[in-house]
């Protein structure tokens, strides 16, 4: 069970793969793309409220405790909607999918420094290495993909 956070990594890039394909086929039946998102995020808390009710002693529990989480509850809520909305219009109009993904996975840049800024963790000169070559490395793939 120590290493249980690497198995849930692996499963979190499959569905981080599968989720624009998803998008880029539902993209091509459709014109108006935010009625569709927001079907997405009606079933989705539709699902959230099941879970809630079905373990509404730990819900009522947690809110009781946890009161002030949600400010960063509701933050993240705006930011997954938004996040979505636009890998959706991205997929949508890129002429690669996968061109797409790799400049949105460029979001450990974003993790990196907010990691340094707010929580003081120093990265060593392989990791800085490894940032590079991975950016050397999008850059060959854009540049070289018709």
């Not at 989705?44 to 079905?54: D, E, R």
């Not at 947690?62 to 890998?87: D, R």
């Not at 450990?108 to 290495?129: A, E, R």
Request: charged share 10%; glycine share 2%.
């Amino acid at each position: 069970m120590k290493y249980i956070w690497i198995f849930l990594c692996f499963i979190a890039m499959v569905l981080a793969g599968i989720h624009p394909i998803i998008y880029k086929l539902l993209n091509k039946n459709i014109n108006d793309l935010p009625i569709v998102l927001a079907y997405i995020f009606l079933f989705a808390g539709i699902f959230s409220l099941l879970y809630l009710t079905l373990n509404y002693k730990s819900t009522i529990n947690y809110t009781k405790n946890n009161f002030t989480n949600f400010k960063y509850i509701t933050a993240l809520s705006l930011i997954i909607l938004i996040f979505n909305f636009c890998v959706s219009y991205a997929v949508k109009f890129s002429p690669n999918v996968c061109i797409c993904v790799l400049i949105i996975n460029l979001s450990v840049f974003v993790t990196l420094v907010i990691d340094y800024l707010f929580f003081k963790y120093k990265f060593n000169i392989q990791t800085i290495l490894g940032f590079i070559l991975t950016v050397i490395g999008l850059s060959i793939s854009i540049y070289f993909s018709k």
